[in-house]
DNA sequence: TCACGCTTTTACACTACGTGCAAGTTTGCA
DNA sequence: TGCAAACTTGCACGTAGTGTAAAAGCGTGA
């Protein structure tokens, strides 16, 4: 599996600012061969089909390796999920300081709905067909970024005379995190794994729809529901 | 493990209106003496540190039976919150159908901050040390209390006009589930493991206040923090 | 009281998971 | 080139979870 030591060593030095050593390099291409192995064969043999042998032998590892990489096949695919709510938590953290939350995330979700960002994690949620609860690994991902939402809410929080609420923190990006799911969870019912412009553009719909909720409080109440996303064209 | 039939009849016939067999007075008892020996055991040795064996040894069944009755260490241990929340359930179906959600959910939440039904999920919480992330039958626990109060508000929805809002019941139920859990969060975080009155009034006030948080759109904004629960003697 | 059917418990076997360990291999660096 | 650190691998071990068939417990009717 490890590339043999490359005899041209040329490899454009203006190209690599970030400390890509063999190392990395190595590591990065087993860490990506095993989570490729893993959604290859959760797309042939479907979920709850295949060992972590079998990931191993597909990308090319020990089963001793595997383990290295990831605790689990759930760690193995959660990696997706993973990736996508890291690029929203970067996102997230470039919104300006005085901007409330809900918009925030609002916008930061916005970034990501995009073909090339959303695929794989819709692939993921189609393939696992979306039974419900999702893996350890899985919610471990969603935990981590809920913590993050609220790490930036506090520093946000802080900037401001009285003392922090946490209550407020807390409740604030668990809402936020359940709201972001909630939107997810309705796209994938509705349009299965289409990534067509309409049905990316619904997506971002649901996303402002249910942040929108969220900042009026669910205010719609038992009587009409004028908010909308029920139905929206494009 | 099993008991042995009883000598002595009588048992007050005009008491048991429920279908209680002996089949299913062992199975219960069965049920209670996992559950007990699980918390027993993770009281004396710590999370992780005792294998299912261990905890069929102490209920004085078979490792085999054990898992005939729950799959995994931790979902024994989550039938306690499972208890918990399938009470918080029944209170939240009975309140009146024309009453807004949240109200419901603080109101049925209100029924159960009573020493003896927090009891055993302030216990569960200390002694798992809040450890950020809950174990999956945990979480399956709290997604499948999510999962009730999604069907309760569809169908109070849906005795209004107009189609219901797929995405307005699970952002709600979800937003819900995520306050509540935050609300018990800090009180844990705050008090331990204390019931004394002043700690119960102050969990009240916790979920009143998450819940109203969730009602007003979270709309203390970046500006001052009016809401309260942050200092509140009892 | 007994005998018959149904349910539950139990022992056994088996696959798979996850980890510690020590030996072998690759990489970074002087 | 040679050494030290990092990484991979095979092996062993304990544990999780499940299928299966035999044994024990329970309900019921004669």
Redesign the pocket.
């Known amino acids: 599996?490890?590339?043999?030591?490359d005899p041209t060593p040329p490899e454009d030095p203006d190209q690599a600012p970030a400390p890509?050593?063999?190392?990395?390099?190595?590591?990065a291409a087993?860490r990506q061969a095993i989570t490729d192995a893993a959604l290859a064969l959760l797309r042939t043999s479907g979920p709850g089909n295949?060992?972590?042998?079998?990931?191993?032998d597909a990308a090319?590892?020990?089963?001793?390796?595997?383990?290295?990489?990831?605790?689990?096949?759930?760690?193995a695919l959660a990696s997706v999920t993973h990736g996508f709510l890291d690029n929203a938590i970067q996102q997230f953290k470039l919104r300006p300081a005085d901007e409330p939350v809900l918009q925030s995330a609002q916008e930061a979700l916005m970034a990501l709905a995009d073909p090339m960002t959303v695929a794989p994690l819709a692939e993921l949620f189609t393939l696992t067909q979306q039974s419900s609860l999702m893996s350890h690994s899985e919610l471990e991902a969603w935990d981590h970024c809920r913590e993050q939402i609220t790490e930036v809410a506090r520093g946000r929080a802080a900037a401001t005379p009285g003392a922090v609420d946490e209550l407020y923190l807390r409740a604030l990006a668990g809402s936020v995190i359940s709201c972001g799911k909630a939107a997810m969870e309705v796209w994938f019912s509705r349009r299965g794994a289409d990534l067509s412009p309409a049905s990316l553009a619904e997506l971002r719909h649901l996303l402002i729809d249910a942040m929108a909720l969220l900042g009026s409080g669910f205010t719609t109440g038992t009587s009409p529901a004028p908010s909308s996303s029920a139905s929206r064209p494009s």
């Open positions: 599996m490890t590339i043999s030591a890509t050593s063999r190392r990395e390099l190595n590591k087993t295949f060992t972590v042998e079998d990931i191993a090319g590892i020990s089963r001793r390796t595997f383990f290295n990489y990831f605790g689990s096949t759930d760690a």
